[in-house]
């Protein structure tokens, strides 16, 4: 896996050996960022299930101006702090599970866009969304991006929380919805 775009495009970035996670492929995390390329420069970015960091990691090589990183496992956690060395960005990483760390927290400010590739079928989109409705990590400018297999639904439960699906960009095995609070359109 590599950063395919920016100021640290080409570099190679470490991942985690094993099947506990699932790296974004080089053409799905081209296809994301084509969809969000003017608006990332600048941008408050939360990568959360952070696996590699890739997606936080391309996000900050393309002019974000801050990502923090959030994944549970320390030891994925040290890569991703090793890829942030390797490509000569910075960002703040967290080994904490997510969902305490966004229950602990206060946000100074609100992120531009919030992704996650949460662990697939486990309903863990809902509670995050559960969280975050009532969060000062979200407001009306914010973008969430989920990445999920082609089986999650959210539809029964977005509207009941405020939100709501506005895109849904579909591959061969896995999607990626945009949610925004609802009424913003």
Not at 76 to 98: E, P, Q, S, W, Y
Not at 142 to 168: H, N, P, Q, W
């Amino acid at each position: 896996m590599r950063v395919i775009a920016g100021s640290a495009r080409h570099i190679i970035l470490k991942t985690a050996e094993g099947l506990d996670t699932r790296p974004t492929t080089d053409r799905i995390k081209e296809t994301l960022f084509n969809m969000l390329h003017n608006s990332i420069p600048g941008c408050y970015f939360l990568d959360l299930f952070a696996g590699s960091g890739a997606i936080g990691i391309e996000a900050l090589s393309r002019g974000a101006a801050h990502c923090d990183f959030v994944e549970q496992n320390a030891k994925t956690a040290g890569i991703i702090r090793d890829n942030l060395k390797t490509t000569g960005l910075t960002g703040n990483v967290f080994a904490a599970d997510v969902f305490s760390w966004l229950r602990g927290r206060h946000f100074e400010r609100a992120y531009d866009y919030i992704f996650m590739d949460p662990p697939y079928n486990h309903l863990f989109e809902r509670d995050v969304l559960q969280i975050l409705k009532d969060s000062d990590a979200v407001d009306e400018y914010t973008t969430i991006i989920f990445e999920a297999s082609l089986e999650t639904e959210f539809e029964s439960y977005l509207a009941d929380m405020g939100f709501r699906a506005y895109k849904v960009k579909t591959y061969k095995t896995n999607k990626h919805v945009f949610i925004e609070k609802a009424g913003n359109n």
